[in-house]
């Protein structure tokens, strides 16, 4: 074999892991200060819903997950917890829970998108005027620039349930 193909092939190896490693870091490097657990405590002393983010649904894996707890006010929501770094994270609320990729592809044009996530060691995040916590069941967390499922939390019954 040609030297300069095995240099060409070696270069080309090199800078595809590196490309992958900058997708992967620069969010890290990027990302902004995580508000302390003090500050995420004293932002929702009274919320209206809470749910659980787990590392064991279906839809996470070992690059795409999330874990603590969300926290739901009228005009706020707060993650106190962990989330896989990655870019462009969205936070959605939804009409019921959700654990896949196809799961939530199937419902996202019924959820809301709430905002940009971030910091991954827990957010508090503004709900926009328009939007009632109320009318939704769910939050889910959402990598927007690969279609990929972070992680999701139930706060409430689906609202056919409710009524």
Known sequence: MPRWLILACTHFVVGITGFAAGIYTLPILTAPASPTEAALRSSTPEALYSGK??????GSD???WGEGEVQILPHRIAHIGRLSPGPDY????APHFVETEEAFLAIKAASVRV?????????IMEVPADIDVRDYSAVVIWCEAFDQFISSAAYQPPRQARK
Not at 53 to 58: E, F, H, I, K, V
Not at 90 to 93: A, Q, T
């Open 62 to 64: 070992l690059l795409h």
């Open 53 to 58: 983010l787990s590392r064991d649904l279906a």
């Open 115 to 123: 905002g940009d996530v971030r910091t991954f060691n827990g957010f």
């Open 90 to 93: 969205k936070l959605y609320l």
